[in-house]
């Protein structure tokens, strides 16, 4: 229930951190670039729920990592401060949508639960 909730989330708020590729919108598809969009929302809210804060340092490699072992064709074309730069930008939107929406709050709050169960 919940991994599809995150889906319907990550989903819904894809579109808007479209501007924040621009920066490497001439070097991917447009196919690829919306891979990587949703992808990149989902990963980074994962980190978030499974590292918690102050953790900084430790999900931005974790989301890397990750993206390197899911897109190695594309992260040889995004190095690793671009990529640093993107995750603090699609961070702060996280960080808004988190803040500003019941629902998703809900949602983190089911999930913080049923961990700690």
């Known amino acids: 229930m919940f991994e599809i909730c995150l889906h319907i989330v990550v989903a819904l708020i894809g579109g808007v951190i479209g501007c924040l590729f621009a920066i490497i919108a ?3 598809s447009e196919d690829s670039m919306s891979t990587v969009r949703n992808w990149l929302w989902y990963a980074i809210f994962q980190a978030e729920m499974t590292y918690g804060g102050k953790t900084g340092e430790v999900k931005l490699q974790s989301v890397y990592n990750k993206f ?3 897109f190695p064709k594309l992260a040889k074309k995004i190095n690793f401060n671009t990529f640093s ?3 603090d930008e699609i961070l702060e939107n996280v960080n808004t949508v988190i803040n500003d929406n019941e ?3 809900k ?3 089911e999930y913080q639960d049923f ?3």
Do not use: F, P
Request: charged share 10%; net charge positive; no cysteine.
């Open 107 to 109: 949602i983190l709050q």
């Open 115 to 117: 961990k700690n169960n």
């Open 26 to 28: 001439g070097k991917l």
């Open 68 to 70: 390197v072992m899911v």
């Open 103 to 105: 629902a998703v709050q």
């Open 85 to 87: 730069n993107l995750v």
